[in-house]
DNA sequence: TGCTGTGAAACCGTTCACAGCT
DNA sequence: AGCTGTGAACGGTTTCACAGCA
């Protein structure tokens, strides 16, 4: 809640959203577009055009009425709502194939995120270093290690039955959110944002769909 | 819809509680829980009783009143709602890290789902195998190998540029469903049903809630 | 008595439609 | 004239509360 009145919730569907606009909107600038209106927007991309609106109007008015959103300006200001003007350094708990696999990954790095390290409990793989060169270190050094590196963000990418263990490492390494692949309902941890992100969900409503289809 | 008058929808957000259902189930077959009343679920695994009811309720009557849900028979009518009673073949293009991880995880494999074959662009790789033994062949020839292998599900891990044409290619190829991690979107495919995962979203979802925490 | 299954109520997010600014 | 920002209507989902069955 800030003192204009706006902001108050920010669902889930609107953040998911806000992420979608804003790869909308630096194709447009890459394309050389210099404003577009809310209506060209959903057109171009298949969204609607009052909801990108409401989204946008969470944040204050940085429309022009008449003419649309510059879309240099919208995009600066939707990487700043999301925290995205700055880079956050990752950790990732698991060394094996996916964590490795997200270590190296376009998304984990560029555009507002670093990964400083894996961990691992593997004596074979501590000190090695994944294909990018992300060091492996040792998992018991988690809560010791983190502060130094300025950790935010922890990713559990561990077999399900090492996972909880895992998470509570990160939070008392004092990463405030957590990124969790393991299939296995992590329980909250006071002052931490905790996000599940279980591929098994993911293929069963696959399955699912199929079912009745 | 069917003959009872019951099933009609069965949102996103149903199918997600039914996989998590799905899983607390078997958590208490293995401790040897026999019977079990919504309301005992609802406290042991965090969740809302009359939720549960409702969520079930669109697959017929199954509980006993007075009593509850018997366990496995619970299990067993949810797999079987969820298709996971029988095992579907899934393919994996972009054998890259996250291709190769997703193609060894045991989400992939055990407990409905099996990767058959992995395929890649890339001639060094193309002939060889994943850890855990998946052949990794040719992306030229998805759409002719797919049908005797009777894929049902692709899996798109490849680089963003490619992600349309390799969604494309498993469409020709016969499958129903899509599960597309690239940080693109797919755009709809008559007759396949597309889900995006994509990994970006989920980062800058914690971002977001951590510039606003 | 105890718990399911379900109509009704409350809630939330989306869509519509227009007043108001440029 | 054109488009934003937003109050009001809508539709869907969640929660409540209870009738009815074991």
Redesign the pocket.
Known sequence: VNGKGRTD?A?E??TQRLSLLLRCVRTLEAEGVRTI???ALAERFGL????I??D??MFG?????????HVTELKNRLKEVMGLDRTRVVVIVGAGNLGQALADSRNFNGEGFTVAALFDVDGRKIGSRSRTGVVIRDASGIPADLPPMGAEIGVVAVPPDAAVSAAEALANGGVKAILNFAPVTIPPIPGVIVKNMDLTFFLEGLSFQLARA
Chains 1, 2 share one sequence.
Do not use: I
Request: glycine share 12%; aromatic share 8%.
């Open positions: 919730s669902s569907a609107t209106s809310s209506s609607n055009s009052a909801q609106r409401k946008l109007a008015e940085f429309g022009v009425r008449g003419v649309g959103y």
